[in-house]
């Protein structure tokens, strides 16, 4: 089992910044990748971006450029720092861990508002 508890996010005015973080407890040696998702009201969960074990990342279009993905292996951490943010940016974010055996976890979220 792999706990995961996030934190960071809240209200900001367009383009501004914001950073997230996730801490993984639990089974952690077995995770194979983190990322981070997010759900707008309305809308499916989609992929924000993702960083395995070894370093290599995964973002999506809508956010490439501007966010940025990065995880500690030592502190079983995973960040998201977010910049020149848009209205469309707002959602609940979610964090995900993958293990060696594909078992998904999730956290159970964080607001982000950017207003416009």
């Known amino acids: 089992q792999v706990q995961l508890v996030e934190s960071g996010g809240g209200l900001v005015q367009a383009g501004g910044s914001l950073s997230l973080s996730c801490t993984a407890s639990?089974?952690?040696?077995?995770?194979?990748?983190m990322g981070w998702y997010r759900q707008a009201p309305g809308k499916q969960r989609e992929l924000v971006a993702e960083?395995?074990?070894?370093?290599?990342?995964h973002y999506a279009d809508p956010v490439k450029g501007r966010f940025a993905i990065s995880g500690d292996n030592a502190k079983m951490t995973v960040d998201l720092q977010m910049n020149s943010l848009k209205p469309e940016d707002t959602a609940v974010y979610y964090c995900?861990?993958?293990?060696?055996?594909?078992?998904?976890?999730w956290g159970k979220g964080t607001l982000v508002t950017v207003s416009s």
């Open positions: 639990g089974s952690t040696l077995s995770i194979n990748v």
């Open positions: 995900k861990s993958v293990t060696t055996r594909r078992d998904e976890y």
């Open positions: 960083v395995t074990r070894n370093g290599i990342t």
